[in-house]
């Protein structure tokens, strides 16, 4: 039920989609145990954002998840989320040589769907560590270091 | 044509670091000042740096890029043509919104360089004759830093002890001092303890989000209030057409769409552009009459010429221990001025500054920073990043650029704002000096890296995204036909139009060039306050 409510939030992409998608960002950064992995993170969410957001990041997207559900279809036969994760590196590396537009597009908004995510940031230990309003305290500069920098004198030229 | 207003003395036309210094200096001195900005006040508590989506805003709505933030305000440019992408912000406080506020003065030799080097062109003014207007710059600004920097003359006391450098500058530093090379805590215009009314930082890291607690001296929490308080009128979201000249060649105003879209007159005496390198020949050529068929002031056929970036390369070492680097001011740390001067065996003229900057949050660590060493996707992914977090730290290679006239800003023949106004078009590509410059540098950054014990080091020779500083466009100099405003930045063609921004640097130095920019800016205010009534009549005060 949560997933098709989730599916159903989705601008761009179907229910089949969604789980393709998931078991690729699945792969690009997997669970550790600590860490979720990007898949179950809500990326897709992010990634049928930018699809919604341009004609052309949109097709370039379907061709290469295409490219993909293909490539897996013809290593055996299967959907790329049945695969063994050694099968599925191997035909996300291929599709990174071949089709690199959409898979730098793919890992730079994997990424910051990923990194700008708050429970990410949370378990990484920046929840709460937004820059402000608390920054960061640091030791005062230290001036003697620069002892020996006075002592090798001048270092600029006269005009 | 929309509403007559009334005539003012003086009109600025933009609201950054140059406009609001110049305004707050005539305004002081009892002028009628008015100012029209084509972007908005930004509040420094709307800054992205104290919301969930901090660093992905850096690529929306944050961009330094105005192609990519695409805001009402902005103005598209066509920069397929460039090596180099201009940067800026339209807004109140201009490009010092996103600026990472590192506040070094050019140094006496950059003035010279035709005498010294045999190369472009001597200023026509020194580093002495600006100097009283970069210590009073500082004093309003607040600078913090620290005195005897040998890198530089004597000069007057910095306001505020220097930012700290943490773990990760002295561990830098450590590379420096073992080759025995210059290095200095960096003047910052950023208080390190309070400073007229504003905070000490509290070392938040991205200052190009915006200062959400205005530790930063950008002119919209500095110089404005002040210019306004003494009576400067600034109106926002109102874009400048173009410059209208009377039938004796004179300025005497501008067109402008107003803030509802209205195209309105308003009449001035004295007409100052403070529009930066790359608006302020936009806004001249675009300026363009019966008179001055060629774009206003363009007799010498220097408006938009002579385009200068600082040429960039960027070098990331990384290191086993966690540095801690995402805390504190990220472009002020330390500086090295080493490699500065010219040294005719290395095969080129003039040199480099090699700054260093503090390390990223976790989206650009994992995006690879600007180095586009991305942290690999796959299995490893985790353990490289927690290997990376915190423990880069990048020594920027920022060189001198030399004027070349075949780099420039002309008008797109097709692209234009949301007002019609033609757009920029930008033609500019680095030259062999500036290659062999910057290699040189990175050599130099990388022995800084390996002597401090980095365990792997990356770089990127070339910086697109890295056009920070729009200089050169608008140039200085006493012969009208060699330049395009006097030695006291009025135009040779049009003695009461003024130019204010970086587009009078007759050469760009190689040290970040705000401090220098509003320096000129007081120095403009200050001789037209001197000359005033000889040149406009007493009606002028």
Known sequence: ?159 | MGQKGNIVDVLVVGAGSSGGAFTWSLSEAGFDVMCLEQGPWMKPEDSPSAQEDWELRSYTDFSLDPNFRKLPQDYPINNENSSITPLMVNAVGGSGIHWGAHFPRMRPSDFRVKSLDGVADDWPLSYEDLEPYFDLNDRMVGVSGLNGNPAYPPMSPRQTKPLPIGKHGETIARGFEKLGWHWWPADSAINSEPYDGRPACNNCGPCVLGCFNRSRASADVMYWPKAIDKGALLKVNCRVKEITVGKDGLADGVVYFDDTGTLREQKARVVVLACNGVGTPRLLLNSSSTLFPDGLANGSGLVGRNLMFHPVGLVDGLFEEDLEGFKGPQSCSITSYEFYETYSYRGFVRGSQLQVNRSLGPLHTALGGSVGNAIPWGSDHHREFSDRMGRTIRVVVLGEDLPEWHNRVELDSEMTDTDGIPSPKINYAENQNSKKLIKFGIDRAIEALDAAGAKSISYNPSFRAGGWHLLGTAKMGTDPEKSVVDEYGACHDVKNLFVIDGSIFVTAGAVNPTSTIQALALYVADNLKRRASAMFGSSLR
């Open chain 1, 1 to 159: 039920m949560r997933r098709q409510g989730f599916v159903q939030e989705m601008k761009v992409v179907n229910a089949e989609l969604c789980l393709l998608l998931t078991s690729i960002l699945d792969c690009l950064i997997p669970s550790d145990g600590r860490l979720p992995g990007a898949g179950g993170a809500g990326i897709v969410r992010y990634i049928d954002a930018l699809m919604a957001g341009s004609e052309d990041t949109k097709q370039l997207f379907l061709q290469g998840l295409y490219e993909i559900e293909a490539a897996s279809s013809e290593l055996s036969k299967s959907d790329f989320g049945s695969l063994a994760q050694g099968q599925q590196v191997g035909i996300l590396s291929s599709v990174e040589a071949n089709h690199p537009a959409f898979f730098a597009l793919l890992i730079e908004n994997t990424y910051k769907g990923y990194y700008s995510n708050p429970e990410i940031l949370r378990i990484l230990g920046f929840a709460g560590m937004l820059p402000q309003p608390e920054g960061y305290s640091l030791h005062p500069f230290e001036s003697d270091m620069l002892e020996n920098v006075k002592k090798r004198g001048k270092r600029y030229r006269e005009a």
